[in-house]
């Protein structure tokens, strides 16, 4: 079996080595096999000719047979053009280029046959196509039969001469020199049960499909491969990783939690709190450590389920430790545990990188010899010199902004590693949890507690700047607080934007009866809290912030959030800065300011956020619409997101049944010693060792 990857893409004719280096620069494609996994991005059919007679303006791409009867050139200098007279014998179009004209000219002849490629439109009443593909007609065989691939390609291939076209014919005289099946990547077994297409069969026809029918087979069998390792090596990994560590037993719910469920309980806990609780409660009851990923909304009481959880290792002799990825935001957890947990005999602690001196002293004698019950922290709490006597719970809020190795620290304070609790306000739609987070169980706390009202929100033009003002006094009036977020901290000379300096002045002119504060990523994080801590006492009534405030403060108090240039934010984006207003029991308002004229597709997000508060509805559209490579997370995941031709939010279905699929193998075969596997096993190693992170998840 001939080794793709170790083949030079140089050697392959048409390329050579400028060329080489130009696709290892703009695509990472240095090897046959690189070149033989970059898919098209879309196919056009060209099995059919057209007449210049049939064409108008509002056709798709089409395809011309005939010869140039003429060249000229119109315009100066940048406006210089060249116009190529095409006739076929029903008519005359124009073929239009804005570049490469000499190369244009001394390539094509006149009055010889060529097959014209490309869109028509319709310019001071003649049909023309801009910059054609122009190819002679005994060139096509490959694809006279049927679809057309098109490449993605970049500015500076299309000047080196290796534009779509070119690349579809260096692929094909790529395919062309390997005369032997390509080594297979699936057993067998798997490829009848599941009617796939051999290796070597779709990689031909997922580049030159003779029809629709076996492009939709070659994609399927490519995208099934994709999304299978994925999902195997997630759960190979969580199956290892639940046969070689023991968790600690959580035997019994004891008087901690009894008492605080029983006296100090603020509110009745909603039926998603109850129902998380229970999962959490058969986890660390199993005698196998708990890896466990809470997803909920802003204001669900997720804080809540993880002091509950909590209590429960207190209740057993164990101790627990709540990470944070702020200041602010764990100066936050630990006031609402010490309001929450009140007279309670259970000692609480704070550690991060501001306390120093005997203070931190004092608090790691006290981890040691268990007299602190829980600890809250920033990244502070997995230094090394931080050592408890027995960790048994560990909760992470906001887990995206830990990486990896972070929250594998935890991992040797102990024993056994500690039950582990993830905690995220980021809704992750259910496709992209099970590659994010595959190898977590997960829970979702979908109900808001009683008594919290939907927040409203509003679009409006930045024209109808006063009547909103007016209403943002009448709320200042009332004793509420304000966010007004701005996309920008400096002024972009090419992105026309209301930033944030200007608007800070603004604000202060507009509302001289208010305090203003400011806060923005590029101030000193001593300066940010302090302007922060005068918003959270209320002494400051309006907040002028970039997304820092995006996770973070709780101030129930502040009641309107106006975005400013929204149409500039993705949607879970906006979704989190709404987040920040209607966490008291006031009706809130979040308004979103646009300019009057506004693409389609920013239309569409901003009407999904007018109509609804749900965040995973929201999450489903925003990755329907962006894609997975824009949300958070990705990286530090450990999962590799340079999927080649799957697409996570299109192939929702196909990634669920191949994760059961993946799931039937790991449980038959956990160690992996069946022969009918080998083939899996070998091509798993196989990525392992190349670019693709498969690193540990939590």
Same mark, same amino acid.
């Given at each position: 079996m001939i080794d793709l990857t170790a083949r030079d893409i140089k050697y392959i004719t048409g390329v050579g080595p400028q060329k080489a280096e130009i696709l290892q620069k703009e695509l990472q494609i240095s090897s046959l096999h690189d070149l033989i996994y970059y898919f098209p991005y879309k196919y056009v059919d060209r099995s059919r000719i057209y007449q210049v007679s049939e064409l108008n303006g509002s056709m798709p791409y089409i395809q011309l047979k005939g010869k140039i009867i003429g060249f000229e050139t119109f315009g100066e200098g940048r406006q210089r053009r060249l116009v190529a007279h095409f006739n076929d014998g029903t008519g005359t179009v124009d073929l239009v280029w804005f570049q490469s004209i000499k190369y244009i000219t001394s390539r094509y002849k006149l009055h010889q046959e060529y097959i014209v490629f490309g869109r028509p439109t319709v310019?001071?009443?003649?049909?023309?196509?801009?910059?054609?593909?122009?190819?002679?007609?005994?060139?096509?065989?490959?694809?006279?039969?049927?679809?057309?691939?098109?490449?993605?390609?970049?500015?500076?291939?299309?000047?080196?001469?290796? =534009?779509?076209?070119?690349?579809?014919?260096? $692929?094909?005289?790529?395919? %062309?020199?390997?005369?032997?099946?390509?080594? #297979?990547? +699936?057993?067998?077994?798997?490829?009848?049960?599941?009617?796939?297409?051999?290796?070597?069969?779709?990689?031909?026809?997922?580049?030159?499909?003779?029809?629709?029918?076996?492009?939709?087979?070659?994609?399927?069998?490519?995208?099934?491969?994709?999304?299978?390792?994925?999902?195997?090596?997630?759960?190979?990994?969580?199956?290892?990783?639940?046969?070689r560590y023991r968790g600690y037993v959580f035997s019994k719910v004891g008087d901690h939690f009894n008492t605080f469920y029983s006296r100090y309980l603020p509110f009745e806990l909603t039926g998603?709190?109850?129902?998380?609780?229970?999962?959490?409660?058969?986890?660390?009851?199993t005698g196998r450590q708990m890896n466990r990923l809470v997803q909920g909304d802003v204001g669900s009481g997720?804080?809540?389920? =993880?002091?509950?959880?909590?209590?429960?290792? $207190?209740?057993?002799?164990? %101790?627990?430790?709540?990470?944070?990825?702020? #200041?602010? +935001?764990a100066n936050q957890h630990y006031e609402t545990i010490c309001a929450f947990l009140k007279d309670m005999d259970i000692r609480v602690e704070l550690l991060t990188g501001s306390i120093k001196g005997k203070k931190r002293k004092e608090i790691h004698e006290g981890l040691l010899n268990g007299d602190i019950d829980i600890l809250v922290g920033t990244h502070a709490v997995i230094e090394d010199t931080v050592q408890f006597a027995s960790l048994g719970l560990a909760v992470i809020d906001e887990q995206h902004r830990f990486g990896v190795a972070q929250r594998a620290q935890l991992w040797h304070k102990n024993t056994y590693p500690p039950h582990v609790l993830v905690m995220t306000a980021t809704p992750i739609p259910r496709t992209l949890?099970?590659?994010?987070?595959?190898?977590?169980?997960?829970?979702?706390?979908?109900?808001?507690?009683?008594?919290?009202?939907?927040?409203?929100?509003?679009?409006?033009?930045?024209?109808?700047?006063?009547?909103?003002?007016?209403?943002?006094?009448?709320?200042?009036?009332?004793?509420?607080?304000?966010?007004?977020?701005?996309?920008?901290?400096?002024?972009?000379?090419?992105?026309?934007?209301?930033?944030?300096?200007?608007?800070?002045?603004?604000?202060?002119?507009?509302?001289?009866?208010?305090?203003?504060?400011?806060?923005?990523?590029?101030?000193?994080?001593?300066?940010?809290?302090?302007?922060?801590?005068?918003?959270?006492?209320?002494?400051?009534?309006?907040?002028?912030?970039?997304?820092?405030?995006?996770?973070?403060?709780?101030?129930?108090?502040?009641?309107?959030?106006?975005?400013?240039?929204?149409?500039?934010?993705?949607?879970?984006?906006?979704?989190?800065?709404?987040?920040?207003?209607?966490?008291?029991?006031?009706?809130?308002?979040?308004?979103?300011?646009?300019?009057?004229?506004?693409?389609?597709?920013?239309?569409?997000?901003?009407?999904?956020?007018?109509?609804?508060n749900d965040g995973f509805e929201i999450a489903e559209a925003d990755l329907k619409l962006r894609g997975p490579g824009d949300l958070e997370g990705t990286q530090q995941s450990g999962?590799?997101?340079?999927?080649?031709?799957?697409?996570?939010?299109?192939?929702?279905?196909?990634?669920?049944?191949?994760?059961?699929?993946?799931q039937a193998i790991v449980d038959e075969d956990p160690q992996g010693v069946l022969p009918k596997n080998d083939t899996l096993w070998a091509q798993l190693n196989a990525l392992k060792k190349s670019n693709v992170n498969w690193a540990s998840i939590s």
């Open positions: 310019f001071n009443g003649r049909v023309n196509v801009a910059h054609p593909d122009i190819d002679k007609p005994e060139d096509l065989k490959l694809t006279s039969k049927g679809l057309q691939p098109y490449y993605n390609t970049t500015e500076r291939m299309k000047r080196s001469f290796l =534009a779509s076209p070119a690349l579809a014919r260096i $692929i094909a005289i790529a395919l %062309q020199g390997i005369t032997e099946p390509l080594r #297979e990547t +699936l057993p067998q077994w798997l490829l009848s049960q599941y009617h796939l297409m051999p290796l070597t069969e779709a990689i031909n026809t997922v580049h030159f499909p003779t029809s629709p029918d076996a492009l939709r087979k070659a994609e399927y069998r490519l995208k099934f491969e994709e999304l299978f390792y994925i999902q195997l090596a997630i759960l190979r990994y969580a199956k290892d990783r639940q046969l998603a709190q109850k129902r998380v609780l229970k999962e959490i409660r058969q986890d660390v009851g997720k804080t809540l389920v =993880a002091l509950m959880s909590m209590l429960l290792a $207190i209740d057993n002799k164990f %101790q627990a430790c709540m990470m944070a990825p702020t #200041e602010i +935001l949890a099970m590659t994010l987070y595959g190898d977590l169980d997960v829970s979702i706390i979908d109900e808001l507690p009683p008594g919290r009202k939907p927040i409203q929100t509003i679009h409006q033009f930045d024209n109808r700047r006063e009547s909103m003002y007016q209403s943002v006094r009448n709320q200042i009036a009332e004793g509420r607080q304000v966010y007004i977020v701005y996309p920008l901290i400096k002024e972009s000379e090419k992105i026309d934007l209301k930033n944030l300096e200007e608007g800070y002045h603004q604000i202060c002119e507009a509302f001289p009866e208010a305090k203003v504060c400011k806060v923005h990523g590029k101030m000193k994080p001593v300066e940010k809290d302090a302007e922060m801590q005068t918003f959270i006492s209320g002494e400051s009534q309006i907040m002028v912030a970039t997304t820092v405030i995006e996770v973070g403060v709780n101030v129930p108090n502040a009641s309107v959030m106006i975005i400013e240039n929204a149409e500039r934010f993705g949607l879970s984006q906006l979704h989190q800065l709404r987040g920040r207003v209607g966490r008291g029991a006031d009706q809130s308002y979040c308004i979103l300011v646009t300019k009057y004229q506004l693409a389609e597709d920013t239309r569409k997000r901003l009407e999904i956020m007018v109509r609804t999962v590799a997101f340079d999927l080649k031709i799957a697409d996570i939010a299109r192939d929702g279905q196909l990634l669920q049944y191949v994760r059961e699929i993946a």
